[in-house]
Each structure stands twice: as structure tokens, then as C-alpha cells.
């Protein structure tokens, strides 16, 4: 018998067991003709069963029951049934047993969501199901819903029922410690490091390179706290929903008897909306992140402001109006939000303490056009979980002139997609010009070259181009959801014929990795490393060149989280 011919026989041996042997579940068969009712009760890990685990027969039909505010889509985990979208209220199609051995299966828009049939107890969450979660921009299916930076909490989440609405309290108690090899500028939210020409002087009149300062932070100002309300029994007309955040990022208070020990931060809003939904519809009203490149990557390290911020991830939260249409397994977005840019080369930043305008709120608002954003994506299936692949737009412009303006303008990709259980692949890619409402461009949006003397009209003003982006690899090793490894890097790369001087920052990219250990189901320990690679250039006679200062840094992070 020949190679070829012994292949062809253990292929047909292998598709013939197949055949033969049954398998847990089927749409057609005989059944009982009382089928057993699962019914679908919140996205709380198993406890959005009830029962957990169902004790069913061989040859009796089940079927899951949507009672809850939200969409769902239910698997079997072997492959034996995918039973579809089932909206609020919906009853599924009949899955008949064939066999009394235990069977799992899961919601693929909610994976934490996992159940049982005849099994002795319900199942714990896989690391891929356990450690999906809504991350920073990743518009949930239904409803409003909490956000959680890393591995979110399955269990024990604080809900009631106020009148006709669902209220749930959530949030995150973060401390942060840091330590850093060098200058930054960020500090314990670390944004590019400062150039190695840089001096420190200190209080007794020594001065040191940047290079070689280093600082310990401890701080708790990222921790957030949060409001989601949705309604306890949705109609089948349009409901109403809604979520309210904020963190304690806000600026220090100016207090000439408190000590600059950095820890009373006040409050800052991060967001708040609220949103109609029908069927497939969303339309949100409200603060929230831009529809422009919504991922971010995982990190307990920034919270107040999203890891890559002016090293390739573009973000902002921003009042808007937006609309979300979802046709299958297509996301349609598009929507107006303010248009606000605050370029310190263009505009005077308000005074200190102050929260009205006296003048102009921006050269953005004062062009009296909104920013334009929208965005297409496919969300389909991959190995048991929801994927994502996207292209957004964006268009603004702010007025510089009596006559002129200077357009904002990006287009940016963007892509969730999991390998399997133990592997998922996410990040985003743009190109673009006057990029700083998003700290695109290395938080450079127009160059200016200023006149003499000062007071003068500047001699050039014009937008800046740049191209940047980052990748994320999550690597979960066990099946318990308990640990997670994240792998990435990131750059953000302004066009250096775009640039003026006075506007020198040509590239700055970072590394990064870090551990995430689930102590308990709330508390997660999280170890992060990254380096900072930041490089300048330098200006003769208005012509770019040579190099200027760069610098590099290398920044350890340990967070402690308690998610509630």
C-alpha cells in the first residue's frame, strides 16, 4: 500500500467515526413533548441561568428563554447548536438531547455567560470567556453597560431595582505604584520621556541629566465609580438606558495651607449618556468615547487616559449625538460631536479655577461645524466568540482666521479578533492630519512658525500630518480566566515635512508587557513593564535636520484593582 493510499484510508476511518458516533444535541429528533426551559436572567457568569446546570433527560427537548433586558446568543460549546440572536422576550428552537452526558454552552455576545445540562455543578468561565469584557469604546449589544479596565468581576455586582429601572453601582478602587528610569512627561500616567538634553535642577542648586531622575508614585486618582441604569422590563417599543462615570483625575485644588502631596483630586466626568434603543437601533445622546477608533489597549497602568495616548491610540470622550444601527452581524455608525481642539500653539488654555468661558470656548466651536465621525464593522463569530473588524472616518476644522481654516481629518482601522481559547489579537492603525483633539500627532495638531518679534502674526501656520497605530496580543495560558498576559507595542510618527519650528516631536513609540492575576473574583494584581523610545528634531534656518534630543525610559508598574 502506498503513502497516498494509507492516507486516503485513516482520512476515511476518521470521517466514518464521525458519522457514527452521536452527538450531545440536535435540532430534529424525538423529544419530550414538555420541552425543559432555561431561562436567560442577567449576564452575572453562571448565575444568568436559571436553573444551572439543568438536569435533562436523553430525548428531551430544551429550550432557552430570554428574560432579560438584553440580547443574547446561545451555543452549545461542542458545536452541536448555534440557536441565533434571541431578543428580549424570545423563546429559542428546540435543541433535543441525545445523550444524558453533561453539555456547557455559552452566550457568544456575554461569554462569561456559561452554562450546564446534567452536569454536577455550573461551569467555570474558560480564560477567553472570562476575561471578554467591554473595554474602553467596545459598544456593548443592548442596554448600558458597565466598562472595567482588565479582567472584569463575574459575580457579586451591586444592582436593584428602583421603580421601573435597573440601577447598577459599579466601579474600580486603583492604586497604582510606579517607578521610572528616567524623566517623563505624564509621570504615573506616563505619555513620552523627556529629552536626554533636559536638565533637573534641584532645590540645593545641583542640576542633573533627565536620564538619570527617577521617581517612585504611588496614587489612587485613576480609581473610578460609575452609575448604569436600564430599564427592569423593556417593551417591545423603544427603551431607555444610560450610564454616568467619572474618575478623580480632575485638577488639583489651590490651597496655600495644603500640602503638594498631589492626593486631593477632585472629581472628573468621563461619561454621560443616555440612549434609545429598538430593535437593532441605538441612538446615544451624551458624552462618550468618539466613534473614530474606538479600542484602547488593556492596562491597569492607564486608566484616566487610555496606554498609547500620543503613542498610536486616538482617543477622546466627547459630548456627541450618535446614531448605532446593527444589520446582522454589520455595525453601522455615524454622528456629530463637539468639535474641540485646545492647541496651546493656537489657542490661550482658560485661566486656572476657572469653569466659564469669558471668550471664545475654541477655535473648533468657533467654526461653528461639528466633527463628523463614522464607522463600519463586521462582527462575526470566531471560535465560539465575537470578533471585530472595522473602518472609521473622521472630518472637522477649526477657524484660524476671518477667512481660513485648518481641517482635521483621519481615517482608522481597527480589529478584535480572538485564536481560539487562549489567544486575541486587537489593535488599530490611522493616518491623518490635526490629530491633537485625539493627542494624535504626538499631541502636535498645527505647526506654527512664530514671527519677531512674538507679538507679530505667526509667518506659517498649517496642519500636521501622521500615521501611527498599536497591537495587543492577550495571551491566556490557563482555563480558569484567572491570569492574562498582554503583549504590545506602539507608535505615533508625525510627517516631518509637515513640522515648523516649534514643533519638533518626530516619533515616539513605546513596548510594553504585562501579568494580570485574579486574586479573587473583585481583586486583580497586575505587573506591568514599557519602554519609551521619544526622538526630536532640530531646525536650521527653517529647514528640518538634523536629530534632536531623543530619549528612552523604562517605567514598572503594580496596580491593585478592586472591581465592584
Known sequence: MTRLQRLALI???????????????????????????????????????????????????????NNDSRTHHIVLDDGSADLGNLQPGATSRAVTLNSSSPVTFHCTIHPSMVGSINGSAPPAASASQATSSYGYGETPDTGAQPEFPGIPPSQNKIEMQAGAYTVRLYGTLLLNTSRSSGGLIGQDVPLWTSPSAGNVTF??????????????????RQSIVGLALNPANPGAGWSTSGRIETDFFGPRPVDTFVPQNRALNTPRLRVAYFQLEHKRTRIVFGQDKMILAPLDPISLSHVALPLGATAGDLWAWLPQIRIDVRPSIF?????????????????????????????????????????????????????????????????????????????????????????????????????????????????QGAAVQAATPATAPPLAIQAIHSKGGWAEATVLPDSHGKNAVYIGLGSDRPKVSTLLPGSTRVENTFYWISYFRKLTDNVTAAVEWSQWHFHTITFTNGVAGPKGPDNKADVVNVSFAYQF
Open 11 to 65: 482520512i476515511a476511518i476518521v470521517f466514518t467515526a464521525r458519522l457514527v458516533v452521536p452527538t450531545h444535541a440536535s435540532a430534529q429528533g424525538q423529544g419530550s413533548s414538555t420541552p425543559v426551559t432555561i431561562s436567560i436572567v442577567g449576564t452575572s457568569g453562571p448565575g444568568a441561568y436559571t436553573p444551572n446546570t439543568a438536569p435533562v433527560s436523553t430525548g428531551t427537548a430544551v429550550v432557552w428563554k
Open 331 to 443: 455595525v453601522l455608525q455615524a454622528g456629530v460631536l463637539r468639535p474641540q481642539f485646545g492647541d496651546p500653539r493656537l489657542e490661550t488654555p482658560p485661566a486656572a479655577g476657572t469653569s466659564l468661558d469669558t471668550g471664545a470656548s475654541g477655535l473648533g466651536e468657533r467654526s461653528t461645524q461639528p466633527f463628523y465621525q463614522g464607522r463600519v464593522a463586521v462582527e462575526p463569530h470566531v471560535f465560539g466568540s465575537k470578533a471585530s473588524i472595522g473602518i472609521a472616518g473622521h472630518m472637522g476644522r477649526e477657524r484660524i482666521g476671518v477667512d481660513r481654516t485648518l481641517r482635521s481629518s483621519a481615517v482608522a482601522f481597527d480589529a478584535n479578533v480572538p485564536f481560539g481559547h487562549h489567544l486575541i489579537a486587537r489593535g488599530e492603525a490611522f493616518n491623518g492630519s490635526n490629530l491633537i483633539p485625539f493627542q494624535g500627532g504626538i499631541a
Open 203 to 220: 532645590p540645593d542648586g545641583t542640576v542633573g541629566h533627565s536620564r538619570d531622575t527617577h521617581d517612585l508614585i504611588f496614587t489612587m
